[in-house]
T-cell receptor, first 115, second 114 residues
Framework: AQKVTQAQTEISVVEKEDVTLDCVYE???????LFWYKQPPSGELVFLIR??????QNEISGRYSWNFQKSTSSFNFTITASQVVDSAVYFC????????????FGQGTTLQVKP | ETGVTQSPTHLIKTRGQQVTLRCSSQ?????VSWYQQALGQGPQFIFQ???????GRGNFPPRFSGLQFPNYSSELNVNALELDDSALYLC?????????????FGNGTRLTVT
């Protein structure tokens, strides 16, 4: 069965600290996609990144970086030099190729960045 | 480029009533999905529509139904509302129905059932 686990419910850091959000997934498929979304207080889910199961290359986008490791079924997200505007709920999600496009979301991690 | 828009923003209904939520998809997107997000939880997949037909459904009872129109806009209908239906309802559109394309979400409709 598909499952996404975000074990960290809440994280609080001080501005400029680095922070890593953990994501562990379960799937029986060999072809799948992993996503990270940000949900600010306004409620809209903002797409951050997509990774397919055949691409284990880590990715960096500005202060954001993602570490995908199939061996441990993890897709972790690191924010470097955090800022107050990074405060939000972050969701990791999984979809299986050839399926309906259904996303399985984790429970989310609430990140609070204090000034 | 117009993003995903949902209406209304907030809604209060009484148990047993019926509700219709509306969604306009992002320009060029032919697939629409609906998700329910209870407070403090991750979104749960309700169903997906592609070319006006339901293309997949999550674990929701038949009183949750939907429509997709030729212009790819969509409606979510919920009959016989229950207190547990209180949640944020999110609409998302995408370029592909196969799970490989990112979903683009609207701001959601906050439904409260009393």
């Amino acid at each position: 069965a598909q499952k996404v686990t975000q074990a960290q419910t809440e994280i609080s850091v001080v501005e400029k600290e680095d922070v890593t959000l953990d994501c562990v997934y379960e799937t029986r498929d060999t072809t799948y996609y992993l996503f990270w979304y940000k949900q600010p207080p306004s409620g809209e889910l903002v797409f951050l990144i997509r990774r397919n199961s055949f691409d284990e290359q880590n990715e960096i986008s500005g202060r954001y970086s993602w570490n995908f490791q199939k061996s441990t079924s993890s897709f972790n997200f690191t924010i470097t030099a955090s800022q107050v505007v990074d405060s939000a709920v972050y969701f990791c999600a999984l979809s299986e190729a050839g399926n309906t496009g259904k996303l399985i979301f984790g429970q989310g991690t609430t990140l609070q960045v204090k000034p | 480029e117009t993003g995903v828009t949902q209406s209304p923003t907030h809604l209060i209904k009484t148990r047993g009533q019926q509700v219709t939520l509306r969604c306009s998809s992002q320009s060029g997107h032919n697939t629409v999905s609906w998700y329910q997000q209870a407070l403090g939880q991750g979104p749960q997949f309700i169903f997906q529509y592609y070319r006006e037909e339901e293309n997949g459904r999550g674990n929701f009872p038949p009183r949750f139904s939907g429509l997709q129109f030729p212009n790819y806009s969509s409606e979510l209908n919920v009959n016989a509302l229950e207190l547990d239906d209180s949640a944020l309802y999110l609409c998302a559109s995408s370029l592909s129905r196969w799970g490989d394309s990112p979903l683009h979400f609207g701001n959601g409709t906050r439904l409260t059932v009393t």
